[in-house]
T-cell receptor, first 111, second 109 residues
């Protein structure tokens, strides 16, 4: 089954404790992205990647890192999480101008 | 001005009603257009692509007006299960996906 998976789905952590949210897709898509979704602000892109070892900042990259060592994986790293990073996070993948597929989301709470 | 703008709603309609959403985009070079549906706290999923000639999928009709730079989604004979947030999505010239903030629809019995 074609899909985008994210882990963990839910996470409660404390300020400053490094965390990684994993994302994997099995569709051989070139493009992968991370978004955060907050009430009233819609989906905002954090980082995106056009292929292996090619990443670039989205609209709200501060406080986040990503890597793309393999085509299928695109982890999101929060080196020192802060409460303003409490949000719903979505990973997504697509081919060029094709349909974008989203992962199920990760609900992160930073205390 | 936002690149993609939608009326956030909420639109509260009775079952069986016809409801229309509009979305405007600012970049005249935008290339592709989509409507996504998002249920509460879940991931957005593609509802339908929007073609220049307009397209229909059952009760759903999408239209594109390039001259006025807007796209629309019409839902006929609304069902309770249509309650969701509808996201307008535009590919801009640089190949970046731009999302509208979404229009919330609530269909009541």
């Amino acid at each position: 089954e074609a899909q985008v998976t994210q882990n963990p789905r839910y996470l409660i952590t404390v300020t400053g404790k490094k965390l990684t949210v994993t994302c994997s897709q099995n569709m051989n898509h070139e493009y992968m992205s991370w978004y955060r979704q907050d009430p009233g602000l819609g989906l905002r892109q954090i980082y995106y990647s056009m292929n292996v070892e090619v990443t670039d900042k989205g609209d709200v990259p501060e406080g986040y890192k990503v890597s793309r060592k393999e085509k299928r994986n695109f982890p999101l790293i929060l080196e020192s999480p802060s409460p303003n990073q409490t949000s719903l996070y979505f990973c997504a993948s697509r081919r060029a101008s094709d349909t974008q597929y989203f992962g199920p989301g990760t609900r992160l709470t930073v205390l | 001005r936002k690149e993609v703008e939608q009326d956030p709603g909420p639109f509260n309609v009775p079952e069986g009603a016809t409801v229309a959403f509009n979305c405007t985009y600012s970049n005249s070079a935008s290339q592709s257009f989509f409507w996504y549906r998002q249920d509460c706290r879940k991931e957005p999923k593609l509802l339908m692509s929007v073609y220049s000639s307009g397209n229909e999928d059952g009760r759903f009709t999408a239209q594109l007006n390039r001259a006025s730079q807007y796209i629309s989604l019409l839902i006929r004979d609304s069902k309770l299960s249509d309650s969701a947030t509808y996201l307008c999505v535009v590919y801009n010239q640089g190949g970046k996906l731009i999302f509208g903030q979404g229009t919330e629809l609530s269909v009541k019995p």
